[in-house]
């Protein structure tokens, strides 16, 4: 069965720091992979997505992730984060063997400090 | 603005009582997503519909059931309700499937009272 780990409930950081959210997912066939951000009081919107090819991704606001199998990781990274980046973000798979199940991760807030 | 809708907003309602959220997914989006958002739970996929059949089922209790009509529109129904079905009602949408980027409506919040 597939499976999403955030390991970090809550990651706080200075503004203009770089950061990064990790996700480690969990399967046994190929799986499509995203990230998607929640800004408060709004549904979840897609921040990019891996679904094959290159194993870094980039996506909108600044951020970018990399695939990396050996791992089984799908680290979200943003070199330099802005206050208005603070929500909380969702890694989530998709696909495998006999599902259509979307199975996201619980979630990391990212608070950013002035 | 996402291009999905759903109505009502919020609901308050009493325990017991049976409730219907709506959801219209974008325009040409044949799969709809129902999630359910608690502070305890986190985001819990319940169930997908495409082209109006029952593709995925999640951690859907028996209370609750969902349909996608023959206009792609669905309805989540909630009944018996209990305090705990308190949350934040999530309807997405998609044009196909498993890899395809899922659009999240603004969501419906009920207080179960």
């Known amino acids: 069965a597939q499976s999403v780990t955030q390991l970090d409930s809550q990651v706080p950081v200075f503004e203009e720091a770089p950061v990064e959210l990790r996700c480690n997912y969990s399967s046994s066939v190929s799986v499509y992979l995203f990230w998607y951000v929640q800004y408060p009081n709004q549904g979840l919107q897609l921040l990019l997505k891996y679904l094959s090819g290159s194993t870094l991704v980039k996506g909108i606001n600044g951020f970018e992730a990399e695939f990396n199998k050996s791992q089984t990781s799908f680290h979200l990274r943003k070199p330099s984060v802005h206050i208005s980046d603070t929500a909380e973000y969702f890694c989530a798979v998709s696909g495998g063997k006999g599902t259509y199940k979307y199975i996201f991760g619980t979630g990391t807030r990212l608070k950013v400090l002035a | 603005d996402s291009g999905v809708t759903q109505t009502p907003k919020h609901l308050i309602t009493a325990t017991g009582q049976r409730v219907t959220l709506r959801c219209s997914p974008r325009?040409?989006?044949?799969?709809v997503y129902w999630y359910q958002q608690s502070l305890d739970q986190g985001l819990q996929f319940l169930i997908q519909y495409y082209n109006g059949e029952e593709r995925a089922k999640g951690n859907i209790l028996e209370r609750f059931s969902a349909q996608q009509f023959p206009d792609l529109h669905s309805e989540l129904n909630l009944s018996s309700l209990e305090l705990g079905d308190s949350a934040l009602y999530f309807c997405a949408s998609s044009y196909g499937q498993i890899q395809e980027t899922q659009y999240f409506g603004p969501g419906t919040r009920l207080l179960v009272l």
């Open positions: 325009s040409g989006d044949l799969s």
